[in-house]
């Protein structure tokens, strides 16, 4: 079993930067892909971003230029790095792992509050 988890979330004004992580129990290394999902009240949850084990990188287009995502593997976490947000952003962020053989992991989330 694989654990995920968040943190790094909290209380930003607009304009401002948080940056998440998600640390892993094992190596991330096993993971075809990575990824960071956000879910709004009253709305689905939405792919923001997500890495692959070839350095493939995708953005959803609302973060596109304002969030990078990032691996450290000796440190087994992924991290979203995100600039310039807006209320908008706020939402419950999810990391998210999958394995080539498709099995699926989750993190608890952690609260992402845009606001003045």
């Known amino acids: 079993q694989v654990q995920l988890v968040e943190s790094g979330g909290g209380l930003v004004q607009p304009g401002g930067s948080l940056r998440l992580s998600c640390a892993a129990s094992?190596?991330?290394?096993?993971?075809?892909?990575m990824g960071w999902y956000r879910q709004a009240p009253g709305k689905g949850r939405e792919l923001v971003a997500y890495?692959?084990?070839?350095?493939?990188?995708d953005y959803a287009d609302s973060v596109q230029d304002r969030f990078t995502i990032s691996t450290d593997n000796a440190k087994n976490t992924v991290y979203l790095q995100m600039l310039s947000l807006k209320p908008e952003d706020t939402a419950v962020y999810y990391c998210?792992?999958?394995?080539?053989?498709?099995?699926?992991?989750w993190g608890q989330g952690t609260q992402v509050t845009v606001s003045s």
């Open positions: 998210n792992a999958e394995t080539a053989n498709s099995h699926f992991y």
């Open positions: 094992r190596t991330i290394t096993m993971f075809h892909v």
């Open positions: 890495i692959m084990s070839d350095g493939s990188i």
